[in-house]
């Protein structure tokens, strides 16, 4: 089977601030705050600044990938390859979009490869922001 494959377009990545007092895994959905520091999702609907293209320990800074394809960590029970992702709260891990009827949530992109929990799989990343109603 292939390892899964990060495509970074040019311009799509920035430099994030890990301003909190844990270390952030590789593939993790980031939300930011002042200026460039950047925090785990709190709910599903905070929104989503990128997603850490490798480790980013506690008060250090890292590269954050907001366009093209992302290698993101699953959530709880995975995802399957055509999926619609929403960031899981707390971890930042991708799970299926699952949005209450007429409630938002953020949009974090179209899955591309079927992924087991805690695992990286790719994912079509819908951009800075993106936002959908259940």
């Avoid at 992702?85 to 930042?92: H, I, K, N, S, Y």
Wanted: proline share 9%; with cysteine; net charge negative.
């Amino acid at each position: 089977m292939p390892q899964p494959t990060r495509i970074w377009p040019h311009g799509s990545g920035r430099t994030g601030h890990n301003q909190t007092a844990v270390d952030m895994p590789e593939g993790v959905c980031v939300v930011v705050g002042d200026v460039d520091s950047i925090t785990l999702p709190a709910t599903s609907d905070d929104p989503i600044w990128g997603v850490t293209a490798g480790p980013i320990k506690a008060a250090q800074r890292g590269d954050v990938q907001r366009d093209g394809v992302g290698l993101v960590r699953a959530g709880v029970g995975g995802f399957a390859a055509g999926q619609r992702l929403m960031p899981e709260p707390a971890t930042g891990h991708a799970i299926p979009f699952a949005a209450a009827a007429g409630g938002n949530a953020s949009y974090l992109g179209l899955a591309l490869t079927t992924t087991p929990e805690n695992q990286l799989g790719e994912v079509d990343l819908a951009g800075p922001g993106a936002s959908r109603q259940g």
